[in-house]
């Protein structure tokens, strides 16, 4: 078990800063080279897709407002318009949507980008906390460095059937030995560029109770980032924010957190929701699988409300 002191020093043992050079943003991504894409190409076998992202609920989840026209020409201003069809056309008419969404959190399915969390006011690659602006958010390691998407093979570790139990409870943390037996149970193992999902069971938890977690939470423990690092993983994924809550360290609330995003520059999924993914690789014999990520090309912003998609 590491200590606080060890969980520290990962800052410097475990980091990436100047690796792909210094003015690199993309991080651990630049694990997944043109032969990781076309060796995930290959992990699909099946042809079978499904979601691992929740649904994002209105309204709890998102503000949201609805403008409907049945017939266009009857719109305000439509006389105006140059185009004859808003004057002439009685059968077409539109919805348009507002949408406002807060996506970090413990609800929403999104990708975390560097530029997410700083610690001592810095990010990754050694950049200041001063790049990002309220204005016009951060230019530096923001979401749209991964703007030609995150695909991978993925691979998803299943703790709770390790673990032989629906879910872990809020606070259990999964440390390396439970990676290596799913990986030895499962008959799979992580190699460079690979994605992790990793299953802790609140998914199933959360479908059966409606109910998100608090900030006490199944997760990865800091143990991890070691094995991680050593893998050299592309991107880390759970069905809960990440990080087991509490840490077990004082003066590191999410070291995860904050370790792989500042450090080593690993990007997150939060918040997935790995039931379906889960049952499908039970079901085929198959917990590798071609994972597909697209952030939407929000400028300077630390992150995006993502569907990613496992194709077996």
Do not use: K
Request: with cysteine; hydrophobic share 40%.
């Amino acid at each position: 078990m590491p200590t606080q002191d060890d969980v520290l020093g990962y800052f410097s043992t475990l980091s990436n800063w100047g690796r792909w050079g210094d003015d690199d943003e993309l991080g651990t991504l630049n694990h997944i080279t043109d032969d990781v894409r076309l060796a995930a190409a290959r992990a699909v076998r099946h042809g079978r897709s499904v979601s691992c992202a929740w649904e994002v609920a209105v309204p709890e989840d998102m503000d949201r407002s609805t403008t409907t026209c049945p017939c266009a020409a009857d719109m305000p201003g439509a006389e105006n318009m140059p185009a004859p069809g808003f004057r002439n056309d009685r059968r077409w008419g539109f919805s348009s949507e507002r949408l406002g969404v807060t996506f970090h959190g413990n609800t929403l399915t999104h990708v975390d980008s560097p530029c997410h969390i700083f610690w001592d006011g810095t990010m990754y690659n050694g950049r200041s906390h001063s790049l990002v602006d309220a204005a016009t958010g951060s230019a530096w390691a923001s979401v749209t460095a991964a703007a030609n998407g995150i695909v991978t093979r993925g691979v998803l570790l299943d703790i709770a059937s390790v673990r032989d139990v629906p879910w872990l409870e809020p606070g259990q943390g999964v440390f390396p030995d439970d990676l290596e037996e799913a990986e030895r149970r499962q008959g799979v193992r992580v190699r460079s560029g690979d994605a992790v999902l990793l299953r802790t069971g609140h998914g199933r938890a959360r479908h059966e109770s409606g109910a998100v977690s608090g900030f006490t939470q199944a997760g990865w423990h800091a143990s991890c980032l070691p094995w991680l690092h050593e893998r050299e993983v592309a991107l880390i994924g759970a069905d809960t924010p990440q990080d087991v809550q509490p840490s077990g360290y004082e003066d590191v609330l999410m070291p995860v957190h904050a370790v792989s995003l500042v450090a080593m520059g690993l990007w997150m999924l939060d918040n997935c929701d790995l039931e379906a993914c889960a049952t499908t690789a039970a079901e085929l014999g198959q917990w590798d699988f071609q994972l597909a990520v697209a952030p939407v090309r929000f400028a300077g912003t630390s992150g995006s409300p993502v569907n990613p998609i496992a194709t077996f």
